[in-house]
């Protein structure tokens, strides 16, 4: 089963798996998913272009990814080196109710982690990063500190908060 979303301009998204009897929750993050548009994508490309640039540092990039990739110009840009990936849908863990939207997509600056992007009910991008398997970073290290970030960056100054300081 694929779906479509404003947010990737339509392009057919594959689900992981069958989502046919999840139930109200599960569907519901996923009817919101799906109503995401470009301006949406757009406004949460800060995100993305934090994790390009945190990597970006880490190894040098300037010695070898900017010539095999190139360099985007702009935070928006960095869209032209992501490919969408396959989506599931979570429940979130202990006594977190929300449902999650997960995709696991491709990017040019990291082909071996990829990027794992998560939508809380489908709706808000919480999670930005390598594929790690956690659908938060509270669950990703174990710290009820970083509720509110979206991107946590191995330098702290990429670091994304769901609201900037």
Request: net charge negative; hydrophobic share 35%; with cysteine.
């Amino acid at each position: 089963m694929n779906i479509t979303t404003g947010y990737f301009d339509g392009v057919d998204i594959p689900i992981m798996e069958d989502l046919s009897e999840t139930g109200k929750g599960p569907d519901a993050a996923l009817a919101s998913f799906q109503k995401l548009t470009q301006e949406d994508r757009m406004a949460d490309s800060h995100h993305v272009y934090a994790y390009y640039r945190d990597f970006h540092q880490a190894v040098g990039g300037e010695d070898w990814l900017d010539e095999e990739m190139g360099i985007p110009a702009i935070p928006e840009d960095i869209w032209k080196y992501v490919k969408a990936g396959s989506i599931s849908v979570e429940k979130g863990r202990d006594a977190d109710t929300d449902y999650y939207v997960v995709m696991v997509a491709k990017c040019d600056w990291e082909e071996e982690h990829g990027l794992m992007l998560v939508w809380r009910n489908g709706t808000q991008l919480t999670k930005v990063g390598g594929f790690d398997g956690h659908i938060s970073n509270v669950n990703a290290y174990a710290n009820a500190k970083l509720a509110d970030v979206v991107y946590s960056a191995t330098n702290p100054q990429y670091t994304t908060y769901l609201k900037q300081p």
